[in-house]
């Protein structure tokens, strides 16, 4: 099938999904103003699992994300021994004149308890530029970018926080590959993955058999955090695994286990604590499984995946080894 083919097939697709998506919804309605509310009995999600989509190979997911995401920079280095968990992305890394952009994946050992987890940086291409070990235990289910540092997520109750410098020093120098614990970070609650805008950074928790919560954390001057005590914590889909914050909409990445599928949850802000997030509007679909953190650059929303590691190539329905792309005006324009 021809590109423009494929395009106009995709755009049918979509606009197919939108509508039945919002056929869906319409039976949670409130009002026009509310959009999807949630009921006493905090009401389970609705998602769209219609199985049609067989784009990515493997078992078969919704044609909403066959419709929205597309295979994109490839994203199989390391896989023997590391499994992914982070993404991030650093623009302008060698510093100066230059202008490459790196995406950056942070990956836990097979065995993270007894050896170093991994973070390496690879072109929009897919070509690596470097890479450095973090400590013993670091699970790396967060990465990201700000204000002149790397933050790493450690565990649940720690960030690590590196200057650009001494990754770009990790990356360039093969004697220098070893990071220590970096600079010292306040302690964080239940932050299994996060996200940074407009000077804070916002940490979810992964509940496997419930929904979870999202702190927010004021990022300081010098880098470190502390908790807006003000803000949250607010609800967030069960087995987050990632989220992408725009200035009015959240969008989550949910999976558990190797064969079973993940969703994608595109979620209006708003709602506050004690709120269920499913008293705003909100859509969600059924993805590929074991998706992981999401980051958005350049207008796209980017989904690393976990699925190609060889620690699960035993019953794995998926064997991803690329990042996954969708349009990020597109999936907000979900509920708005």
Same mark, same amino acid.
């Given at each position: ?46 998602c ?29 280095s ?21 202008t ?17 987890s ?51 020093? /990790? &990356?360039? %120098?093969?004697?220098?590959? !070893? ?6 970070? @306040?302690?964080? $609650? ?119 590691a060889? /620690? &699960?190539? %035993?019953?794995r329905?998926? !064997? ?6 969708? @349009?990020?005006? $597109?999936l ?5």
């Open positions: 099938m021809s590109t423009s083919t494929t395009t106009r097939a995709r755009r049918r697709v979509a606009a197919g999904v939108v509508g039945a998506l919002a056929l869906t919804a319409a039976t949670l309605v409130a009002s026009p103003q509310s959009g999807l509310t949630g009921r006493a009995d905090a009401a389970a999600a609705q769209s699992e219609d199985h049609s989509s067989t784009e990515f190979g493997g078992a078969a997911v919704s044609s909403a994300y066959g419709a929205y995401f597309n295979a994109s920079t490839p994203a199989a390391y896989l023997t021994d590391f499994v992914p968990q982070g993404l991030g992305l650093w623009q302008n890394w060698r510093g100066g004149s230059s490459e952009d790196l995406f950056l994946v942070g990956m836990h050992h097979r065995d993270e308890n007894s050896n170093r991994l973070l390496y940086g690879m072109t929009p291409g897919g070509t690596v530029r470097g890479y450095a070990r973090l400590p013993v235990g670091s699970h790396a289910g967060g990465v990201k970018v700000h204000n002149g540092w790397v933050y790493v997520q450690h565990d649940n109750g720690r960030i690590l926080r590196y200057s650009v410098a001494r990754i770009r020093q /990790a &990356f360039t %120098d093969s004697t220098k590959r !070893n990071l220590g614990w970096g600079a010292a970070t @306040n302690a964080v $609650t239940d932050v299994s993955f996060f996200d940074i805008d407009g000077g804070y950074l916002y940490g979810g928790y992964h509940n496997p058999s419930a929904r979870g919560h999202m702190f927010r954390y004021r990022i300081l001057a010098d880098g470190n955090l502390v908790q807006d005590m003000a803000w949250g914590p607010i609800q967030i889909p069960t087995k987050a695994q990632g989220v992408l914050v725009l200035s009015n909409t959240w969008i989550f990445s949910t999976s558990r286990f190797r064969d079973y599928r993940g969703n994608v949850y595109v979620v209006r802000r708003g709602y506050g604590k004690g709120d269920e997030f499913t008293s705003v509007r909100y859509r969600c679909f059924q993805s590929v499984a074991m998706i992981q953190e999401l980051v958005g650059y350049d207008g796209r929303t980017y989904l690393l995946n976990e699925s190609g060889s /620690a &699960f190539a %035993d019953g329905i998926h !064997n991803i080894r690329n990042l996954h792309v969708a @349009n990020t005006e $597109t907000r324009g979900l509920v708005w």
